[in-house]
């Protein structure tokens, strides 16, 4: 590894491509220069991989009351109202927006520019609210946001770009700020120093800190562990929400089933066909995803079964191949006909309601640091996420924190100590990363998955500690590579998990353990932890 430090400067420093970070970018790239670091691909996103679609009140018979209700329902009591219904008011505007300013393609009811948007269901939903593309709306947003950034002169997009650490910078009399950070050139294997007024976390969220997910690999919680680091709150990282419907298959255990199929009338069966959801719920298949998830996951423990199965045999199989192209082809290239058999499908981790605190504009709590889009927490989902309201999320709080950015940067010290690394060498021991990252990701799906116990939790906490003590060892003394840095997230974010589970002695939302199984009003509030203060509720 090279052993000077280059020193680039921007006025914004957005980490993360996904529609938050780009969304951002745009929207203050007349103002200033803004520099996109992305750890692979600039594609590489979570948002890419989003099926459904963006919920927002258009259809006659729905109203904002009603979106607002539908996500305070499924909330389970620890929504932010204000942040709800600010984010269901700004949805049709911005969603609008999208289409028109940054051309991303919706499907409309027919071929004229202005026809209405197409609206899809999902768990949950008691109205039609899900604008999308197809099956595919995450790949068109990112398809058209790339677009735009790339065409604008002040946005520089940098891939295989890491980041390390945040900048920060306290004064005795408590005051602190963020002004950039220290970031791998994964490539140039080369640690630079990127300085600005103002850095956006837009990391997204941290699947893969479990062993099945539906999240690509970049998802490993680096935003949340980078800010927890430099001493941000972060909060409720024990609702993790798990999917219902992954794909069974030996060759694509993390392809997505959307929720969709089961809005357009698909119904979750058990081996020999009997309904899964029947008399377990008024909205039986299409009732909300802890619900569904954990009917499933209790089946296949009753069982000794390996997946229940999706059944859309029963609907026209033209609409099937029209509304659900993506999803098709993925099937069939796995020799599975949705059209005439059912689809084998298992729950996976799938979207992290926690996150780093931060109010309706993404300011975190340290001047000169936002976070917007999954790697925040800022009250919209509570205990549950409503299925659709995460690209909601990111896209009201991407343009909220464009809106007031710029009076939240802090002049930054004008200087940064060069990457300092000791006596590092190259690592002869990759094994030792690799086994370290499967045992976390074992131990989170096994012992803090969809469903908890006190004793499992107790056996996660004590695990997590010592691998933790491992990968730090490491990390100080060999040089460090994108593996071990991610190594180093998802064993803090696990940690994370674990202690914000340990604190909730109630089942409520997606946390439900088998030793509390009631939801108690003593915690009907968030679980807040920071590395000075520790675990505290508010
Ligand atoms: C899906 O298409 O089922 C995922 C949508 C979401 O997670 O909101």
Request: glycine residues 10%; aromatic residues 6%; charged residues 25%.
């Amino acid at each position: 590894m090279k052993t000077n430090t280059p020193v680039h400067r921007c006025q914004y420093l957005v980490l993360g491509s996904g529609l938050a970070g780009l969304y951002f970018a745009l929207e203050v790239a007349d103002r200033g220069t803004v520099t996109v670091l992305t750890k692979h691909r600039r594609e590489s996103s979570n948002t890419r991989w989003a099926q459904g679609g963006i919920s927002a009140v258009f259809a006659d018979d729905d109203s904002l009351s009603k979106h607002l209700d539908d996500t305070l329902v499924v909330g389970a009591g620890l929504c932010d109202r204000d942040m709800v219904e600010h984010a269901v008011a700004r949805g049709p505007g911005l969603v609008r927006r999208l289409a028109d300013r940054y051309g991303v393609r919706f499907d409309r009811t027919s071929d004229a520019k202005d026809a209405p948007f197409e609206l899809g269901r999902e768990g949950g939903h008691t109205r039609r609210r899900v604008v999308h593309y197809r099956d595919m709306t995450g790949a068109e947003v990112e398809r058209a946001l790339i677009e735009a950034a790339q065409a604008h002169p002040n946005i520089t997009m940098l891939e295989h770009h890491m980041v390390i650490d945040l900048l920060s910078w306290t004064k005795v009399d408590g005051t602190r700020g963020c002004f950039g950070a220290y970031v791998l050139d994964i490539e140039r294997d080369q640690v630079e120093a990127h300085i600005a007024p103002l850095t956006v976390l837009a990391t997204g969220g941290a699947g893969r800190v479990y062993r099945y997910t539906s999240n690509p690999p970049v998802a490993t919680g680096d935003g949340v562990a980078m800010a927890y680091r430099i001493g941000a709150s972060v909060s409720n990282l024990e609702f993790m929400q798990f999917h219902p419907t992954c794909l069974h298959h030996p060759g694509a255990n993390t392809f997505l089933i959307s929720e969709a199929l089961r809005g357009e009338g698909g119904i979750l069966r058990k081996k020999g066909g009997a309904e899964l959801m029947k008399d377990r719920h008024p909205m039986g298949s299409l009732a909300p995803r802890d619900i569904v998830a954990r009917e499933i996951d209790a089946e296949l423990k009753r069982s000794g079964e390996r997946c229940v199965w999706l059944d859309m045999t029963h609907l026209d199989g033209e609409f099937i191949v029209r509304r659900f192209p993506g999803i098709h082809a993925r099937l069939t290239s796995l020799s599975i006909d949705m059209r005439r058999e059912p689809i084998p499908v298992v729950p996976a981790a799938h979207y992290m309601c926690g996150g780093v605190v931060v109010d309706r504009y993404g300011r975190t709590e340290i001047p000169g640091l936002m976070a917007i889009g999954e790697v925040a927490m800022s009250g919209l989902h509570g205990a549950c996420r409503l299925a659709s309201n995460s690209l909601l999320e990111a896209v009201v709080l991407a343009s909220g924190a464009a809106e007031v950015c710029d009076d939240f940067g802090r002049g930054p010290p004008d200087t940064v100590s060069p990457w300092n690394e000791g006596n590092a060498v190259d690592s002869d021991e990759a094994v030792m990363v690799s086994a370290n990252w499967e045992e976390v990701r074992g131990l989170m799906w096994n012992f803090v998955g969809i469903v908890r116990s006190s004793k499992r939790l107790e056996r996660a906490r004590r695990r997590i500690e010592l691998i933790r003590e491992e990968i730090l060892e490491y990390y100080w003394r060999f040089r460090i590579t994108r593996d071990v840095l991610e190594l180093r997230n998802i064993s803090l974010v696990g940690h994370l998990i674990i202690e914000c589970a340990r604190r909730r002695r109630e089942s409520r939302g997606l946390h439900y353990t088998l030793d509390h199984e009631a939801t108690r009003e003593h915690f009907a509030k968030n679980t807040v932890m920071d590395k000075y203060s520790g675990p505290r509720s508010r």
